[in-house]
């Protein structure tokens, strides 16, 4: 083992001196602005006969009208669902017979699409997209018919012990504040929506201002312009829906068990987080890596996981939106366990916080993040994603150059200093689904 | 090279006005395939190298010729315990830091068990290729098992069979359709994760044996891809993978029969349903096993029939007939032994199983009786061709294909004559494959319902 572990600290030492580089350099970002004014980015890529298309519009379902949750995600799903003189059937079969992909998705604060498209057939790609996005049809039919799928899909979460944890977890940090919603809105509501308020709602979020569009693949500049000017150009100008109402942050600890017939509880932990454009951000990360990001290095993984055997997985991350940040964790463990996985996870926290990471986790933890850059530009799509996020986090295209600096500046002070400042248990909200033993609701409701 | 595809993909646009044809598609998949390199060690070892410049990191995958369906009833879940133990340790390398070293070389790993195969996978920069070559290579023979690593991971083990299977409903049915078409204690019949209390007994001299009796460089398939050349990884798999001894490893056999006493139904009630689910499987030939020669036509047959939402199925289903929520067709052909062909509904609450099985029979008895279009088969074609295309855009995928199929007696002229096999299958063809596999010999029919009386 020692032999194997020394040559290695040399190498990490080369590694970090070129990945940086090398995977910035991977990645010649383009800034354009299209006769029309929309600004893009892009990737070209001639290496696979593809064109990845990634783009978003400022508003999600968070600013869904009062009675009509739901109806961010709804229109999203039916913009595909026919357009112009093409019904839901013809308008897939068209899609199928030039092999293009096209979907949109909704989330809290943005609605997203993305198209990927053979670069051979780009003009027909393009043409589609124009169409979902100005002539979208919103046949009674196909409301239907999507409206009975996401009722059953929110049936159905409600048994899934992870999405039951998940949304109570957001119900209860967010109490009052529309992120509370479920994306996926309610039953009651969605059976009050018509194919009129989903127009309507289209024609809210589908404008030109707050669109972040980024491509990746086998086009030119001059082509793109052109076909981003053809299938966005006839969308208005429009204004950028208004931002939700700032968050508090919840001050007790709470904990919040919800029964479940199930032998394998769930637990979620959720703290207030960082915000993207905090200085600390990168401290931030590091901390979180060593805590339990990234996988099967972190003390989570190693305490839980490998030392006790209380868990298959134990994770945390960061999660930002536009108003608010989170550092959430989670794990799954047998009824009877997953009381003490709790408490390790806490033990952990704890740890952290009062002793931050070692000189060799923070070596560590550097070396990987500066790598995993490299290992995300998988695919024309995964880089159309990555760009897409860079936008949507308001950052610019140096900032893949800068990263690798950024995250070498992190001290151990630095990491310390997050730790203290984010690990605060006094404020935790904890859901656990499942027949947990031992752990019990607190406050009572 | 270039300079073609170019050509043939400007030839491509002006026919496209219409939509390209499937054998125009076929064609570009052939010639824009990234090269792919094959050379077998003096030891056996296959190796497979898929360059690509795209990024500069590199994916190595090992995949031994192993899986679940190489156990024996009572001594299930053998194959993926192993594959948990794998990152126990060597005299080199300690208990969990084989990720750990992985991971502060700025890459990522994991591993995966299939009902054939065993893989192990990472993702570097190219100079660390190296690395993780070495290390791959050491566990290939001097895994070290200690006691109180099998105590505490059998818990791990237990734990995510209790995500995977015990929480979820439909995954228990599921064992319980298995156990019936491929018969029971037979491979493929039992879980890949593997029965509890078969996890709760498995002791290290069965892990050993195993290891022992399986992993050997002969055995095995190494796919490299990404920002590499052949030269470099013939040199590297020579240097690490060389000097490992091979060792005789028996052929592997499945059962040229399914489930004996067919058809048959099984259904679940589970409080944690809460709305019904209706599904047949049938027994089905693979590349490997029963009539072969359907393999290609199947993959076909799935598409057309219930493989979107503008196949008949769905459009019988779903868009016309208001009966289903939902409805798929699915198979896969990579096995060593007999496969599946499944179709599965989420019937409208309002509608009975009755109709449901009524309209799926009727849907199925048109397409025997009345045949396919040439229109819609190709049309499927061309899905299947294009999702091919799209593949070659993922360095993940690559990998994937070439070691499912290698792991399971398939070769690379196999790999490369895929979509010409799949441009040349016929209208004719489809309908005979269904008639082959659309036989109430070789069915299982599974409904899962919410429990008695809890709706």
Redesign the interface.
């Given at each position: 083992m020692s032999s194997v572990h020394r040559c290695l600290v040399l190498a990490v030492a080369a590694v970090l001196a070129w990945l940086p580089a090398a995977a910035a350099g991977a990645v010649d970002i383009k800034q354009l602005t299209t006769p029309l004014g929309i600004k893009v980015w892009l990737v070209e890529d001639k290496s696979t006969p593809v064109v990845a298309l990634s783009f978003s519009f400022a508003g999600g379902t968070a600013s869904d009208p009062a009675g009509q949750a739901g109806v961010t995600s709804l229109m999203a799903a039916l913009l595909t669902d026919g357009a112009g003189t093409l019904d839901a059937q013809a308008f897939l079969r068209r899609q199928e017979e030039v092999a293009v992909s096209l979907g949109f998705s909704a989330s809290l604060d943005r609605l997203s699409g993305a198209l990927r498209v053979l670069s051979a057939n780009r003009e027909q790609g393009f043409e589609l997209l124009r169409l979902a996005l100005t002539q979208p049809r919103f046949d009674p039919e196909m409301v239907e018919q999507r409206r009975a799928q996401t009722i059953s899909q929110l049936n159905q979460a409600e048994q899934q012990p992870r999405s039951v944890a998940g949304r109570t977890l957001m119900k209860a940090l967010f109490a009052g504040h529309p992120y509370a919603a479920d994306p996926e809105g309610t039953r009651e509501d969605l059976n009050t929506l018509t194919p009129d308020l989903l127009k309507r709602r289209a024609a809210v979020l589908l404008v030109r201002s707050g669109l972040l569009v980024s491509a990746v693949g086998d086009i030119g500049e001059a082509e793109l312009a052109h076909l981003l000017d053809h299938a966005f150009g006839d969308l208005v100008v429009g204004t950028v829906p208004p931002l939700p109402p700032e968050w508090t942050p919840p001050t007790a600890p709470r904990t919040i068990v919800v029964e479940r017939p199930v032998p394998q509880s769930t637990a979620v932990m959720a703290l207030p987080g960082i915000a993207r454009d905090d200085p600390a951000w990168y401290a931030a990360v590091i901390m979180n890596h060593v805590l339990g990001g990234g996988g099967q290095q972190s003390r989570l993984f190693n305490e839980v996981r490998e030392k006790r055997g209380l868990a298959y997985g134990v994770s945390s991350g960061l999660r930002t939106y536009k108003r608010a940040a989170l550092l959430v964790l989670s794990t799954a463990s047998a009824n009877e366990r997953v009381g003490e996985a709790i408490r390790i996870v806490r033990a952990e926290m704890a740890r952290m916080r009062t002793d931050g990471v070692t000189e060799r986790e923070l070596a560590d933890a550097k070396t990987y993040l500066t790598g995993a850059l490299a290992l995300s530009l998988d695919s024309s799509g995964s880089i159309a994603g990555l760009l897409q996020s860079l936008q949507v986090d308001g950052l610019d295209p140096e900032h893949l150059t800068r990263r690798a600096a950024l995250i070498s500046a992190v001290k151990l002070e630095d990491v310390r200093q997050i730790a203290r400042r984010l690990l605060r248990d006094e404020a935790m909200t904890t859901v656990v689904v499942g027949k947990p033993v031992g752990v019990v609701s607190e406050p009572k409701e | 090279m270039t300079l073609r595809?170019r050509a043939l993909?400007?030839g491509?646009?002006a026919g496209?006005a219409?939509?390209?044809s499937v054998p125009a598609?076929a064609k570009?998949l052939t010639v824009?395939r990234r090269p792919a390199e094959s050379f077998t060690l003096a030891n056996g070892l296959q190796v497979v190298v898929l360059p690509?410049?795209?990024?500069?990191?590199v994916t190595q995958v090992l995949v031994y010729k192993v899986g679940s369906a190489d156990e024996t009833f009572g001594h299930t879940g053998v194959a993926h315990f192993l594959e948990h133990m794998m990152?126990k340790?060597t005299?080199?390398?300690?208990?969990?830091?084989f990720?750990?070293?992985v991971?502060?070389?700025?890459?990522?790993?994991?591993a995966y068990t299939t009902y054939d195969s065993t893989g192990y996978h990472q993702?570097?920069?190219p100079?660390?290729l190296d690395?993780v070559m070495r290390?791959e290579a050491d566990r290939m023979v001097n895994l070290r098992i200690a006691e109180k690593d099998l105590?505490?991971?059998?818990?791990?083990?237990?734990?995510?069979r209790?995500?995977r299977t015990?929480?979820v409903p439909a995954a228990l049915l599921n064992e319980a359709v298995n156990e019936q078409l491929f018969g029971r204690h037979k491979p493929y019949a039992m879980p890949i994760i593997g029965y509890a209390d078969d996890i709760r007994r498995l002791s290290i001299n069965e892990l050993t044996a195993f290891y022992r009796r399986f992993y050997s460089p002969g055995n095995a398939v190494l796919i490299v891809a990404g920002d590499t050349t052949p030269e470099v990884v013939r040199k590297l798999a020579q240097k690490h993978y060389g000097p490992i001894p091979n060792r005789r490893v028996e052929v592997r056999r499945r059962p040229a029969q399914g489930g004996t006493d067919l058809p048959q139904r099984v259904s679940r009630g589970d409080?944690?349903?809460?709305?019904p689910r209706w599904s047949r499987e049938w027994l089905a030939p693979s590349y490997r096993k029963g009539d072969t020669k359907h393999a290609y036509a199947l993959q076909v047959l799935a598409r057309l029939f219930g493989g979107?939402?503008?196949s008949r199925l769905w459009?019988a289903m779903?868009?016309d007939n208001k009966l289903a929520?939902?409805a798929y067709a699915g198979y896969s052909p990579t096995s060593l032994g007999l496969t599946s062909f499944g179709v599965g509904i989420?019937p409208?609450l309002t509608r009975t199983v009755m109709e449901i099985e009524a309209a799926v029979d009727f849907e199925m008895k048109k397409l025997v009786d009345g045949g396919v279009t040439a229109d819609e088969v190709e049309?499927a074609q061309?899905?299947l061709l294009?999702g091919a295309?799209?593949a070659?855009?993922?360095?993940?995928s690559g990998p994937r294909i070439y070691g499912a199929v290698l792991s399971t007696g398939g070769t690379m002229a196999e790999i490369d004559a895929w979509p010409e096999r799949i441009a040349a299958v016929t209208p004719a063809d489809v309908v005979a494959a269904a008639r082959v596999v659309w036989r109430d010999s070789g069915a299982v029919t599974a409904l899962l319902t919410p429990a008695e009386g809890s709706r």
């Open positions: - | 595809r993909l400007g491509l646009a496209a219409v939509s390209p598609l570009l824009g690509s410049r795209r990024a500069p990191i990152f340790g005299d080199k390398v300690a208990p969990g830091e990720s750990r070293i991971s502060r070389n700025g890459g990522r790993d994991n993702t570097v920069a100079d660390r690395l290390m105590v505490s991971e059998r818990q791990v083990v237990l734990e995510e209790r995500m015990d929480n409080a944690r349903v809460v709305e979107s939402e503008t459009r779903v868009a929520l939902s989420q409208v049309r061309n899905q294009a295309i799209y070659q855009d993922s360095l993940a």
